[in-house]
């Protein structure tokens, strides 16, 4: 995700950049960096950790630096090599003296890499973004506009970036494609940002670029041009929020901006790893050969909380699709009960973090007892991502809320295409690959649908705040989501909630019911909806009433039921993901109804390092 902020103008540049930083830092934290123009080159100051080493670094007598009145700055969340200086934004581009910062992924990094490694220049990160400051370099010829221009027509991939030239004072140059970038314009100069937070104390005039714009910048004034069009006008926008509603993308809590994000995470995650041609999913990260994969005996899956409900989907799609046994198995009691683990089994460790304890725990166990061991991880550089050394990153972005909402839709996604790729290394046709390509492309669209409901889904929470206790029930595909559904609401709104088994719910639970106990029911059209149907009048029957997640136009359905919302028709398995989001939505509104602190509630961690 990261966060940018450049300025240039007549002000002094560095306390502009740092304050700036500091307000994005909620977009990743781990590591920070500088460029400021001097009047003999570009100084570059980086540092691993938050924003506040950054500022350590940065000597109060450093008059050169501090009457910079031109600079860029990062803070970084890591996607290509570990949160490192070397790999802390800005990066320098050749011997021009270029310094450029970037949000995003440059996906033809590597044989941009090659290209300029061949043609000598030598690279001192891991990162995708240093191939882009050599890219810039090897393409200047005095002026940066056309540079940077000719460089972004040979980048796929999404971009915001910022740049400039020790040879051009007081002038950048900003674009981009995928990744925001929003100009603050002012009499005294121009603040770029990633979002409004970074710009907002300065100045309510800002300019929101759209994908494949460059402008360069000289104090306040703009030339914008298009990619593809030459120059273009953007109008200023008034801002209107807060500086803390700013933060949040406008929106009222980290966790409602995490949900609106996920038609976009979602789709970081899947970008470039599937094949629509062959049917297939890429996923080299696993860095299982066709040997290995054909001749894998078991998956089992670990994880916490979120993690683990997302695992239990994982199990279900690869039994379904591959034929190969799959297990989920909670992280805290694999090493404990000395599981039976042999080297043709694939362990997967699911986790956002990279850093729960009994996760990583499991990784050891299952490594010793001479496993694969592969990681699911949102957080580049995390413990569990370098201890597996292999698997599969989310790209889903800095997750705050501590409920995880765009993890397990980005888990999902990848067991999805895990389930896939195992299948594929079987029996699985090409053309029923490429049938699951498009079931798993369609998710981000069938997310957006369930979004356009946030006001009626709003409403519908209005009925169900004020009971202390509530069930979820489900099968088949939906079960791991009736328990996810269920942790959501009691993690946020503290009302008691159990998911179940629609099934299940007859032996124990069902003595539970009554006027004030209500039942999320998963009745979407599929195997099992019908039986799942008459689990539904058996809880009415009971006086409980009953909220459902049904398939859009389902009468018989909708008549059953008391309550419904409402997602697109679609397989099960993918199902998965838009009725997640339905429930994320109904719990945040049922929290927010009942005044509850949503970000942070009482008594949890976003990580859990301890046993
Ligand atoms: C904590 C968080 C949960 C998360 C779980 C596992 O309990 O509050 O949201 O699902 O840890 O975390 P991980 O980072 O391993 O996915």
């Not at 560095?14 to 080159?41: F, H």
């Not at 099934?503 to 909806?529: F, M, R, S, T, Y």
């Not at 993901?577 to 949503?598: D, F």
Request: charged share 25%; aromatic share 4%; with cysteine.
């Amino acid at each position: 995700m990261c966060g940018i902020v450049a300025y240039t103008g007549i002000r002094p540049a560095l306390p502009i950049l740092i304050s700036g930083l500091k307000r994005l830092e909620y977009r990743g934290y781990d590591s920070a960096g500088i460029a400021v123009e001097t009047k003999d080159r570009i100084v570059i100051r980086k540092s691993k950790g938050k924003v506040k080493e950054l500022s350590g670094l940065l000597g109060e007598d450093e008059t050169d630096l501090a009457e910079s009145n031109c600079g860029i700055a990062h803070t970084r969340w890591a996607t290509h090599g570990p949160p490192t200086t070397e790999n802390a934004h800005p990066h320098a581009g050749g011997k021009n003296g270029i310094a450029l910062v970037h949000n995003g992924i440059i996906e033809n990094h590597r044989a941009l890499r090659d290209k300029l490694t061949a043609a000598g220049y030598l690279f001192l990160s891991e990162t995708d973004t240093e191939v882009l400051a050599h890219l810039v370099d090897s393409l200047y010829q005095g002026d940066l506009l056309d540079a940077v221009i000719a460089a972004l027509k040979e980048v796929e991939g999404t971009f915001g970036i910022a740049c400039m030239v020790h040879a051009e004072p007081g002038t950048l140059i900003v674009a981009r494609r995928g990744s925001p970038i929003v100009l603050g314009v002012g009499e005294n100069g121009t603040i770029v940002a990633s979002d409004a937070s970074a710009i907002i104390k300065h100045t309510r005039q800002a300019i929101y670029l759209d994908d494949n714009d460059v402008a360069q910048i000289k104090g306040s004034e703009l030339d914008i041009r298009s990619l593809d069009a030459g120059s273009v006008s953007r109008q200023p926008a008034e801002i209107d929020w807060s500086a803390d509603a700013a933060e949040k993308g406008g929106y009222e809590h980290y966790m409602l901006k995490e949900i609106f994000e996920q038609p976009e995470s979602i789709r970081n995650t899947l970008r470039g790893r599937l094949d629509s041609n062959r049917g297939n999913a890429l996923l080299s990260g696993l860095n299982l050969n066709p040997r290995e994969l054909a001749e894998l005996h078991r998956v089992l899956i670990v994880g916490c909380g979120t993690s683990m409900n997302a695992g239990l989907v994982g199990e279900y799609a690869i039994e379904d699709f591959a034929g190969v046994l799959a297990e989920v198995e909670q992280a805290a009691e694999f090493r404990y009960r000395n599981p039976i683990v042999n080297s043709s089994d694939l362990v997967v460790a699911i986790s956002q973090s990279g850093e729960t304890a009994d996760t990583l725990a499991a990784v050891r166990e299952a490594t010793d007892k001479g496993a694969l061991v592969s990681g699911l991880v949102n957080t580049v550089g995390s413990t569990i991502a370098r201890e597996t050394g292999r698997g599969v990153y989310l790209h889903a972005g800095p997750e705050i809320s501590v409920a995880s909402t765009k993890a397990f839709t980005s888990q999902v996604s990848v067991l999805l295409m895990m389930a896939l790729k195992f299948a594929r290394s079987r029996r699985m046709s090409r053309d029923a690959g490429c049938q699951f390509v498009k079931e798993i492309k369609a998710i981000p669209g069938l997310v957006e649908r369930v979004l356009e409901q946030n006001d009626a889904i709003a409403k519908v929470a209005e009925r169900y705040l004020d009971q202390t206790s509530a069930f979820f029930i489900g099968r088949g595909y939906m079960y791991p989501v009736a328990l996810e559904g269920a942790l959501k609401l009691k993690e946020i709104s503290y009302i008691h909630a159990e998911g179940y088994h629609a099934a299940e719910l007859k032996h124990g639970p069902i003595a539970l019911l009554e006027k004030d106990v209500p039942v999320i029911a998963l009745c979407n059209d599929g195997p099992g909806k019908d039986k799942t149907l008459g689990n539904v009048a058996e809880c009415q029957a009971r006086d409980s009433r009953v909220l459902g997640i049904v398939t859009e136009g389902d009468s018989e359905a909708i008549a059953t039921v008391d309550d419904h919302i409402t997602v697109p028709a679609c397989p099960l398995h993918t199902a998965v993901v838009p009725s997640t989001v339905a429930l994320q939505l109904l719990s945040y509104h049922i929290a927010r109804l009942k005044g509850c602190s949503i970000d942070q509630p009482r008594n949890l961690a976003k990580s859990v390092t301890v046993e």
